[in-house]
């Protein structure tokens, strides 16, 4: 399960990476904006994650390799 | 480190192409002359490292050079809409071959956790081959396989150096954004302050990288040939430390850029094609983090 919530935050965080470069190639309208959002949704997913892995592991939920 | 700016009278309509630069060829020459003494080098001629050290110097005179072509050319508005579409197409093309690239060294990673070594250690259909080789290995992960090859090793735990540097990499996502959207407001301050935050974070992210394998090779006996694990660890690392130093070069040149004031609020390309490439090499640590050091 907690694999799994991993992964899904880890897919959520390349999908707005993706949506970011799709509104890069673009060049109407919103766009630099678009951008601009979608990066700092990228980069608060990936804080998220990392609370998430840090919070998993003190919770006995997950153990890094060689531990 | 192009920018491509508005259609105003002062801007070409021509689509510019620049005729007789001499950047590609110098550039075909210093990769010729980088490899070729990387080649000697390895074929233990002495001049080898020597020839090497001089394309790479040639390499560097190259973006130097290119480079501030490229900026006088934007800068002396040359470029006009059509010019600015194929420097986005190019954006999309280049980073499709990046995780193309990064895609390749992941599924070896992944073959090899989720295929080869359970059937070595005879799951499934494959365990007459573990019969017939009559040892005893068990499929775990981390291995060096059957054989132990490069000896008994240890891993370089997750809570060390790993997740001081993926914190490293997070802030300087954090300071990216904060950059950008600094930019789009016109607050050159706060975006000269934090682009250079952030390719700091990246050099010292690159320090520690280097820390790193120095303690993995003399007090962990991890190398790059202790078997499956070590020859996947340090390419899928190096190579993304590799984009780390690449892409911190690149934030310096846009952190020199902004300090002239180039870039406006609305037209800023070169900007957002080097934050973006910054975000996509913080993505892929992530994704090592996760899968080298955790699951």
Redesign the interface.
Known sequence: MT?LL?LAG?LA??LS?GS??LH????KGES??K??RA??L??GL??L??VL?LVAWWLGW?Q???? | MAQAHAPTSTVSEKYYVPHGSPWPIVGSVALFTTVGGGALWLNHVNAGPWIMTLGLALLAFMFVGWFGTVIRESEGRLYN?AV??SF??G??WF?FSEVMFFAGFFGALLYARQFSVPWLGGEGTKLLTKVVRGDSFEAT??TNGPGNIGGDF??????GLPAIN??IL?LS??TI?IA??AL?AGNRRVLNMFLAATFLLGFLFVYLQATEYIEAYTHHNLKLTSGIYGSTFFPLTAFHGFHVTMGALMLVVIWFRCLKGHFTP?HHFAF??V??YW??V??VW??LF?FV???
Request: charged residues 15%; aromatic residues 10%; glycine residues 6%.
């Open positions: 694999r991993i880890l965080i390349v990476l970011a470069l890069l190639v673009r060049t630099s904006e951008m601009a990066l700092t990228r980069v990936s804080i994650l990392f892995l997950i890094p390799h060689g531990s | 809409e600015d579409r986005r197409m954006m999309m980073i992960w981390p240890e891993v370089i735990p997750a809570f993926t914190a997070l996502g954090v954004t950008h959207h789009r609305t957002e094609g934050a973006w975000h996509f913080d993505v992530l994704g996760i050091y955790w699951l």
